[in-house]
């Protein structure tokens, strides 16, 4: 059932009809197939990550610590998105209850909002690494890794407790149907029926800060590692320091440039291309964070090579 009516006679939606990618059944089957690969590889690459930092005492440092945060986001954002995209391929559209697209949208959220706040962490991290090499064990402890760490999880979860209670507090009296792939919430506010002005200025007042703020703090931090990389007198010398931070500008790069294409300058029309990009930064971008990691990282090849000697003595 669809829908339930009130004592006011109003009409409420109990449930939301997504239609994810509409099409033939064989291209449904090879989207179905693509996607679970992408997932086991995405689930298996993170994993790698995680145990690898947990095992090898070589990479015990604030760097992989943050980046075994980053994989444990990575896991649980698909996780989040892609089992339900997958329901949808397979019925050519699905529909999804009230509480579980609230549900939904409230991970998703926070954990946008943690890899903002992490990213940022990470490129503080490069920032005292390569400006500041002498303090860096003295200012990067790891006490002060798990502070920030903890800041940065508990800040995307209460950021995204309010924005889940604002949209659970929107009338929606119909239609239950969203072009979209999972509940966010560009869909929810589109499908509502009450005045949806307040909700529009929280977005702006709260997720302005969330995104420009650490996008600046990124950029000066990346600024300053430039200048100072520059100034490294051997050729040798320059391409070290900035191997080191390359990996993370590249992820960086390519979360925010999707962020900022469907959020910040949104394509209404194009939604075929929203989709897309949508797909790119929670379905692509948890799968290759360990792989560009990995290829650009001398230390994350050795602990696979000790892994792999440690199993062939056993």
């Known amino acids: 059932m669809l829908y339930v009516h009130k004592e006011n006679n109003l009409t409420t939606v109990t449930e939301f009809f997504?239609?994810?990618?509409?099409?033939?059944?064989?291209?449904?089957?090879?989207?179905?197939?693509?996607?679970?690969?992408?997932?086991?590889?995405?689930?298996f690459g993170n994993l790698l990550i995680i145990t690898l930092v947990s095992t090898s005492k070589n990479l015990h440092t604030p760097m992989y610590f943050f980046l075994t945060q980053l994989s444990i986001s990575d896991i649980l954002l698909p996780t989040d998105i892609i089992p339900n995209l997958l329901h949808l391929l397979l019925s050519n559209g699905g529909a999804i209850t009230f509480i579980g697209g609230i549900t939904q949208f409230y991970f998703f959220c926070a954990l946008e909002a943690f890899e903002c706040f992490l990213l940022t962490m990470m490129s503080y991290d490069r920032y005292v690494a390569i400006c500041n090499p002498l303090r860096y064990t003295s200012i990067m402890t790891s006490r002060r890794c798990v502070i920030l760490t903890l800041?940065?999880?508990?800040?995307?979860?209460?950021?995204?407790?309010?924005?889940?209670?604002?949209?659970?507090?929107?009338?929606?009296?119909?239609?239950?149907?969203?072009?979209?792939?999972?509940?966010?919430?560009?869909?929810?506010?589109?499908?509502?029926?009450?005045?949806?002005?307040?909700?529009?200025?929280?977005?702006?007042?709260?997720?302005?800060?969330?995104?420009?703020?650490?996008?600046?703090?990124?950029?000066?931090?990346?600024?300053?590692?430039?200048?100072?990389?520059?100034?490294?007198?051997?050729s040798t010398g320059r391409h070290k320091a900035f191997s080191t931070c390359s990996s993370h500008l590249i992820v960086v790069s390519i979360f925010y440039w999707t962020i900022f294409s469907v959020y910040v300058v949104p394509t209404k029309a194009q939604t075929l291309i929203s989709k897309m990009l949508s797909l790119l930064y929670t379905v692509v971008t948890p799968l290759v964070n360990p792989i560009i990691y990995s290829l650009r990282n001398k230390d994350i090849w050795k602990a696979v090579q000790e892994t792999i000697h440690k199993h062939e003595i056993w």
């Open 18 to 43: 997504l239609l994810g990618f509409q099409g033939g059944q064989p291209l449904r089957i090879f989207l179905f197939c693509l996607l679970l690969m992408v997932y086991c590889g995405t689930i």
């Open 151 to 234: 800041i940065s999880w508990v800040s995307g979860f209460s950021i995204s407790l309010i924005y889940t209670l604002t949209i659970k507090n929107l009338k929606f009296c119909g239609p239950n149907i969203t072009d979209h792939l999972f509940c966010d919430i560009i869909p929810f506010l589109e499908l509502a029926c009450s005045d949806t002005f307040l909700v529009y200025l929280e977005i702006y007042l709260i997720g302005i800060p969330i995104v420009f703020v650490p996008t600046t703090i990124i950029v000066v931090s990346y600024t300053y590692i430039v200048l100072a990389v520059v100034r490294i007198p051997s």
